[in-house]
């Protein structure tokens, strides 16, 4: 089965088109946890069983790991471990470089950390994205539009008659046949999503970029989904992660996640309908 | 003093432009050291007793030690801290993310692991690459021009009367005023340096992509090169550390770097006469 048909059984069965980002960051989590030697790992165990029915993948973002240093490493194998086969996992690790480089990136994250995708940087071009490809299981979510201000600087740009991130997604889509190319979009440019929803038409898409940062969920799935309102995935990590910090934290979290699940079918039943 | 000051230092000092890239690979180390537990470390020091006075720089390419799991991190850590404070250490792990990951980026790499600099993506714009130049002190090498095939794919996409990665370099100069921007700037694409170096007449170079990828010194050096003689990091891994795979690897890695560090002098004599 490859990476697309797996995320479209597991959003079937899930009901659910919701990733929750695992942005934990250590000063952000409750106060009696902070303390604990384990304080991370705990309340990445406390979010994940208290929403894993609600989500379709979680999404682990390296940075706030890695600033653990190898203790990091190690949280995020554990915490990869937690998460139950049934929901797809995200390495958002934003990594690419030369054929052999990303070859070892492709190896550490999605054999030996076994994730299901990663965050793929366009940059350095075919060789060194495909490395990440060859697994038709396994998939990539390629940057295309991100949904921070930087955004503007260089993916914008008009190239002939398109911009660098439609360039990107034009592109890209020739180097796989393996269904399992897909592309960051995010939600705070929600009319550009539907440009990149005409070149890839049945590209998986990760959206972030909801809640903090504008995005609208209405948008995203009108502009987003696939006629059948599937393919994307819409990340949420804060307002979710930090929805309260006290020791209700799982069960707030648990509110949070169903308000935006049912938040997000509300608008794709009247794209259906 | 500017991470730009402490390059132009370490250079004279040295009298070398030479960059010593440890991608340093399990599987092609010497038999004797494969088998022992610490190998790669052991490696690592090996190389580095015997080519220190040789090098301006040691590069650690991240993907190399990842794929080793929290094992790659510790190895990581203890390589940095065999390189004497004498010599430039950068950390080619090409991160890139929305500005609070980048944070937790600089802050895991350039301060938790004390590298005095990072190669970065520029995908995601000024907000994705300013954490990364707060401190003075510590470097930038972004992405404008890689030595891959790949690069062909977007960096040399014409944007109005420039390129893509002509672009890149033009623009991210606004970012900073630390004297620490530096760039990426393939060997393999030698007559495109001159235009980099047009365009960013002071700023320090990573090149990579002479020896095996094919680029000439000579060129890198008359392209490259600040007119009186500096400016530039010219990298060589594999040449230089598999130079023989027997016990007397670091041997021939001397004997290899220093042939390097001479060659790159030579034509450097050239140009300063």
């Known amino acids: 089965m490859t990476f697309a048909q797996r995320l479209h059984t597991v959003q079937k069965k899930s009901n659910s088109l919701l990733c929750i980002g695992l942005d934990t960051d250590m000063k952000k989590i409750p106060k009696h946890l902070q303390s604990k030697k384990n304080g991370v790992l705990e309340f990445n165990k406390q979010i994940i069983e208290s929403t894993k029915d609600l989500a379709c993948a979680y999404k682990i973002n390296f940075a706030f790991y890695e600033v653990m240093g190898k203790d990091g490493w190690t949280i995020i194998e554990k915490t990869r471990a937690l998460i139950p086969s049934s929901i797809l996992t995200i390495a958002d690790a934003k990594r690419g470089d030369i054929g052999n480089s990303s070859g070892y990136y492709a190896n550490a994250i999605l054999h030996e950390l076994n994730f299901d995708s990663i965050t793929v ?51 890209s889509q020739q ?99």
């Open 121 to 171: 940087a366009p940059y350095m071009g075919k060789d060194s994205v495909q490395p990440f490809l060859q697994d038709e299981k396994k998939g990539v979510f390629l940057l295309a539009l991100t949904s921070n201000e930087g955004a503007f600087d260089f993916q914008y740009q008009q190239i002939g008659h398109r911009k660098l991130f439609e360039e990107v997604v034009a592109i």
């Open 175 to 273: 180097w796989t046949t393996n269904e399992n190319l897909g592309f960051v979009v995010g939600a705070t440019k929600s009319t550009d999503i539907q440009s990149v929803r005409k070149l890839a038409p049945a590209a998986p898409f990760l959206v972030p970029g909801i809640g903090a940062q504008g995005g609208s969920i209405e948008d995203v799935v009108k502009y987003g989904c696939t006629s059948d309102g599937f393919g994307v995935l819409i990340n949420a990590s804060r307002s979710i992660l930090y929805a309260s910090n006290g020791k209700d934290f799982a069960d707030a979290a648990r509110n949070e996640a169903m308000k935006l699940r049912d938040e997000i079918n509300f608008f794709r039943k009247r794209l259906i309908r």
